[in-house]
């Protein structure tokens, strides 16, 4: 099976910039994650969606950041404005519904705020 | 607060030799743990979990050891290969949520 997809790969932006993430998870798995890893950290959650309504968005900065799964699929996370402390690779996860932690990742998005 | 703690940032190992990952967390409401293997420019991957029910939880080269009581888990990878050379994270969550919190990983380096 095809695994999540994400794109870009790699994204370069000055501050108060903004940026959109997409991801697609894998066909089937009705929960998906955001998470962002900031270097020499692990990955932190920051929005969990079941189907397309949310689960867990308590660490979202929602000042800035925001994120929706039309359609119960593939999600966007955007940032905006974006700061320095932003700079990080933000990781998309999916999994079936209800299981425990077995999660499939993503090759994440590098984002370089400048 | 970081709930998931793996305090050893690095850690080498000679080929065929035991490596052993540790990781202690802090909330008694987690009950499953997993272990994830990350490469550069990649997702972490799922290696290994064990729920709290269990001490033990074996799969080919790969133990995972929880002590409940110490709110610590292990992970024994025997024998090391060089291909083991990654960044492990220990990752747990509970039938609350089922998000994984994350400890910030150890890099492994296994020598020929």
């Known amino acids: 099976e095809a695994g999540v997809a994400q794109s870009p790969r790699y994204k370069i932006i000055e501050k108060r910039q903004s940026v959109a993430f997409w991801c697609n998870p894998i066909?089937?798995?009705?929960?998906l994650y955001w998470y962002q890893q900031i270097l020499g950290q692990g990955p932190k959650l920051l929005i969990q969606?079941?189907?397309?309504?949310?689960?867990?968005d308590s660490q979202l900065p929602k000042d800035r950041f925001s994120a929706e799964r039309l359609k119960g699929v593939d999600s966007t996370l955007k940032i905006q404005p974006a700061k320095l402390e932003d700079s990080a690779v933000y990781l998309c996860?999916?999994?079936?519904?209800?299981?425990?932690?077995?999660?499939?990742f993503g090759p994440g998005t590098r984002l370089t705020v400048t | 607060d970081q709930q998931v703690k793996q305090n050893s940032p690095s850690l080498s190992v000679q080929e065929g030799r035991i490596s052993i990952l540790n990781c202690d967390y802090t909330?008694?409401?987690?009950?499953?743990f997993l272990w994830y293997k990350k490469y550069p420019a990649e997702g972490p991957t799922f290696l290994i979990s064990?729920?709290?029910?269990?001490d033990k939880n074996e799969d080919g080269r790969f133990t995972v050891f929880l002590n409940k009581s110490a709110k610590h888990l292990s992970l024994h990878i025997v024998p090391s290969q060089p291909g083991d050379s990654a960044v492990y994270f220990c990752?747990?969550?509970?039938?609350?949520?089922?998000?994984?919190?994350f400890g910030k990983g150890t890099s492994l380096l296994v020598t020929p």
């Open positions: 064990i729920s709290s029910i269990k």
């Open positions: 909330n008694s409401m987690f009950d499953y």
């Open positions: 990752a747990a969550s509970s039938n609350s949520g089922y998000a994984l919190n």
């Open positions: 996860a999916s999994s079936r519904p209800q299981t425990f932690g077995e999660q499939y």
């Open positions: 969606f079941q189907n397309n309504g949310v689960v867990d």
């Open positions: 066909s089937g798995h009705a929960t």
